[in-house]
T-cell receptor, first 115, second 118 residues
Framework: DTGVSQDPRHKITKRGQNVTFRCDPISEHNRLYWYRQTLGQGPEFLTYFQNEAQLEKSRLLSDRFSAERPKGSFSTLEIQRTEQGDSAMYLC?????????????FGPGTRLTVL | AQKVTQAQTEISVVEKEDVTLDCVYETRDTTYYLFWYKQPPSGELVFLIRRNSFDEQNEISGRYSWNFQKSTSSFNFTITASQVVDSAVYFCALSEAEYGGSQGNLIFGKGTKLSVKP
């Protein structure tokens, strides 16, 4: 089994630009989560999908953020009009919804730097 | 409100020492899950263990052991005979159970950075 993959691994952008990140979950995992981690902190939940349905969004997910999972497989996270405060590691995790086995497995993350 | 507290920000030990990482959690739910993840310098979070709130049995996996005590809302992690490769940031996390018993999103502590020196 290949693990969760994320692309790109690093992204440097200028303030005001739009960026898009991609996450490919573990094959057959029907749940996909996005988290954000800033330096010295634990990851914070942003949103999650079950198949193609976005079931929950955190208050952290401002209007500039949008996530999709159009076919229930890979997901994209877009940030519009980036701000310096958006600089963080964006982590994706996937799990298989089944009793007792829906542990979340994480990808390597995309590190975003907004100049 | 749900919360996870890892009071130890950084711990430094010498190889072969035992070390315990503390985790205290808060939740109003009776059904919940607790986790430990390891984040080595490469950055990827590695799953270590998951416990549900009804199973207070301690667990041992090689040099790793976990002590879950509902009475004190703690889920501590001990590494026996530490090694340099154990150097990483360790996160404790909590998830409340959804309808049907599945886990929800994870609430993480701030992590404990463990440095094991040779």
């Amino acid at each position: 089994d290949t693990g969760v993959s994320q692309d790109p691994r690093h992204k440097i952008t200028k303030r005001g630009q739009n960026v898009t990140f991609r996450c490919d979950p573990i094959s057959e995992h029907n749940r996909l989560y996005w988290y954000r981690q800033t330096l010295g902190q634990g990851p914070e939940f942003l949103t999650y999908f079950q198949n193609e349905a976005q079931l929950e969004k955190s208050r952290l997910l401002s209007d500039r953020f949008s996530a999709e999972r159009p076919k229930g497989s890979f997901s994209t996270l877009e940030i519009q009009r980036t701000e310096q405060g958006d600089s963080a590691m964006y982590l994706c995790a996937s799990s298989l919804l089944a009793s007792g086995t829906d542990t979340q497995y994480f990808g390597p993350g995309t590190r975003l730097t907004v100049l | 409100a749900q919360k996870v507290t890892q009071a130890q920000t950084e711990i430094s030990v010498v190889e072969k020492e035992d070390v315990t990482l503390d985790c205290v959690y808060e939740t109003r739910d009776t059904t919940y899950y607790l986790f430990w993840y390891k984040q080595p310098p490469s950055g990827e979070l590695v799953f270590l263990i998951r416990r549900n709130s009804f199973d207070e049995q301690n667990e041992i996996s090689g040099r790793y052991s976990w002590n879950f005590q509902k009475s004190t809302s703690s889920f501590n992690f001990t590494i026996t005979a530490s090694q340099v490769v154990d150097s990483a940031v360790y996160f404790c996390a909590l998830s409340e159970a959804e309808y049907g018993g599945s886990q929800g999103n994870l609430i993480f502590g701030k992590g404990t950075k463990l440095s094991v020196k040779p």
